[in-house]
């Protein structure tokens, strides 16, 4: 069992930064491939950005591609969301969430975080 944990959510301004960490619990992060994912009410859960199992490989979605930067900090056992020039299409819950296999679809991760809000107004 993996339990992961998201902070650094919060409200800010249109072209602002946000850091955000999933910590996980009982496991390294280099054990698993870790996503984000984000959901605004009302609409579908959606992919962010993902980092692979072991190597540093990554991948991102076409909305956040330049602005967003996913990694891993071994000493805190924690993978960061890097969140620049933030928009308001970016307000959402944000969710980590872990697999053995890196994908851009919700079905492909078994363990998921409880959320942190981000907010971006205009």
């Known amino acids: 069992q993996v339990q992961l944990l998201e902070s650094g959510g919060g409200l800010v301004q249109a072209g602002d930064s946000l850091r955000l960490s999933c910590a996980l619990s009982?496991?390294?992060?280099?054990?698993?491939?870790i996503a984000w994912f984000r959901q605004a009410p009302g609409k579908e859960r959606e992919f962010v950005a993902t980092?692979?199992?072991?190597?540093?490989?990554?991948d991102y979605a076409d909305s956040v591609k330049g602005r967003f930067t996913i990694s891993r900090d071994a000493a805190k056992n924690t993978v960061t969301l890097q969140m620049n020039s933030l928009k308001p299409e970016d307000t959402a819950v944000y969710y980590c969430?872990?697999?053995?296999?890196?994908?851009?679809?919700?079905?492909?991760?078994?363990?998921w975080g409880w959320g942190t809000q981000v907010t971006v107004s205009s």
């Open positions: 969430a872990a697999g053995t296999v890196t994908s851009r679809k919700i079905s492909g991760y078994n363990y």
């Open positions: 009982g496991r390294n992060v280099y054990n698993y491939a």
């Open positions: 980092i692979s199992r072991g190597v540093y490989n990554t």
